[in-house]
């Protein structure tokens, strides 16, 4: 799992160290993501099937795309599709994908790199890998997180942000014994690179065997910890979780993970996407590509689709930017 890594993580930033006072969240919930297929046909965990909307909270939908090892000419990708009402974030551990949207837009993200798209008011969109990859083949690992909108941005200007992997905050446990991408939103006084219109928290963390992290998290969000790869245990009760399931927790002020001692030599250490809002509370109506707050918006959202008001496929495939912000 390359994404973000550093030679020496005993020169990063570190964790406080939590006082006896901290309440640490108890776990609700473990839930196992369902195997399924998206787009042309590539393999995901839907890792929040079952998990009931309001505990998501800002949070939508989530899919770990892979971890796959494509044979030459095999790598899928999605088709053009369209979406309105939320924001997508894409978050590439291997491999690398494109994408390119209505307005012009588009950008190429490979090892920890963040494709973020506010769909706002509504865009055309494909995801897909570059030619020279389907032809080669390779590792392919990576998530996409839908993040919703409040009812006022609901239809707002698409926006696109580019985020390079090197840009994420990085820290360290006290003992050295984890490293900590801050994607977005802030831990313990370190900003990630990201631009959130929903106040939300998104970061990757790989914990080496045996380690314990004590990760301080703003009381007013909601927690969702989901283990990419590894074993190890969630809460101070040592609840024990792995790969591909989701640990949904109560109210408090941190979060306790632990990684066991002995891994599976294809995941040497635990790696876990923890996620954490501000919840939106407010309702919710979703079909397909669209998410918005009645019906009658969704039927509206539909119509424009299909006359042609939320864009058209481009002729030609559009020359892609690599890095900066890119605004649709």
């Known amino acids: 799992m390359p994404a973000i890594t550093v030679d020496n993580v005993l020169v990063l930033p570190r964790l406080p160290r939590l006082d006896e006072t901290t309440t640490y969240r108890p776990v609700t919930t473990v839930t196992t993501a369902p195997s399924g297929y998206e787009g ?3 393999p995901v965990r839907r890792a929040f099937a079952g998990v009931p909307t309001h505990k998501l909270d800002p949070f939508l939908h989530l899919d770990q795309m892979g971890e796959v090892d494509y044979a030459p000419g095999e790598p899928k990708g999605t088709p053009w599709h369209p979406h309105r009402g939320f924001e997508t974030v894409t978050y590439m551990i291997d491999g690398i994908m494109d994408h390119q949207d209505s307005n012009g837009g588009g950008g190429t993200i490979t090892n920890g790199d963040t494709q973020w798209m506010t769909a706002g008011s509504g865009l055309l969109h494909i995801e897909a890998p570059p030619e020279h990859l389907v032809v080669s083949g390779g590792l392919f690992h990576g998530l996409q997180l839908w ?6 941005l609901k239809m707002t200007t698409p926006r696109y942000q580019d985020i390079r992997g090197r840009e994420s905050a990085l820290l360290t446990t006290p003992d050295g014994g984890a490293l900590i991408r801050v994607i977005a939103g802030e ?10 219109h929903t106040p939300i928290t998104i970061t990757h963390v790989t914990v080496q065997p045996g380690a ?5 998290w703003r009381p007013d969000f909601n927690a969702l910890v989901y283990v990419l790869g590894g074993r190890g245990t969630v809460g101070v009760d040592q609840r024990p979780i792995h790969t591909g399931q989701l640990a949904v927790h109560g109210a408090g002020d941190a979060l306790r993970v632990r990684a066991d001692e002995r891994q599976e030599s294809r995941t040497p250490a635990l790696d876990l996407y923890i996620m954490g809002g501000e919840p939106i509370r407010e309702p919710v109506a979703h079909y397909g ?3 918005m ?9 539909f119509d424009d689709y299909q006359a042609g008001r939320l864009g058209v496929v481009p002729a030609a495939r559009v020359p892609h930017t690599d890095g900066g912000d890119a605004q649709l």
């Open 187 to 196: 831990v313990a006084g370190h900003q990630g690179p990201g631009s959130t």
């Open 212 to 216: 314990q992290v004590d990760l301080p």
């Open 289 to 291: 590509p669209f998410v």
């Open 147 to 152: 993040v919703n909108l409040p009812r006022a």
């Open 40 to 42: 042309e046909g590539f």
């Open 293 to 301: 707050n009645t019906r009658d918006e969704l039927i509206q959202a």
